[in-house]
């Protein structure tokens, strides 16, 4: 592998890791489990993208990387999506919010429209 090729890979495979890092101490010190999801999708989905992208550009195969980038696309689509669906269901089954959070904007502005 050559120098120019080794520093791209080197930041991303860093970047990775910091992101990674990151949703590992979210999910660990965030108070209810509505902003450890957030924590571990928003920044889970960014880390393994970056680290997957790393591993498709060191492979030096146009192939892998093509695959490696398809990877980082689904994940960046679907890590949304399944963290509202897990909020949602949190919420429909009344898990409560930390005491520190303002305000619930499903309970004050919108019925529940499956619990009935």
Known sequence: MTLWLAIPVSLLLVGGSIFALLAALGVLR?????TRMHAASKAGAVGSGLLLLATGLGSQDP??????????VFFVLTA???AHLLARAAHL???????????D??????TDTLSK
């Open 63 to 72: 192939a892998i990387l093509v695959r490696a980038a398809a990877g980082f």
């Open 93 to 103: 089954a009344r898990v409560p919010l930390d005491p520190a959070s303002v305000r």
């Open 30 to 34: 965030l108070p209810d489990v509505y």
């Open 80 to 82: 949304p999506v399944s």
């Open 105 to 110: 904007d499903y309970r004050s502005g919108q």
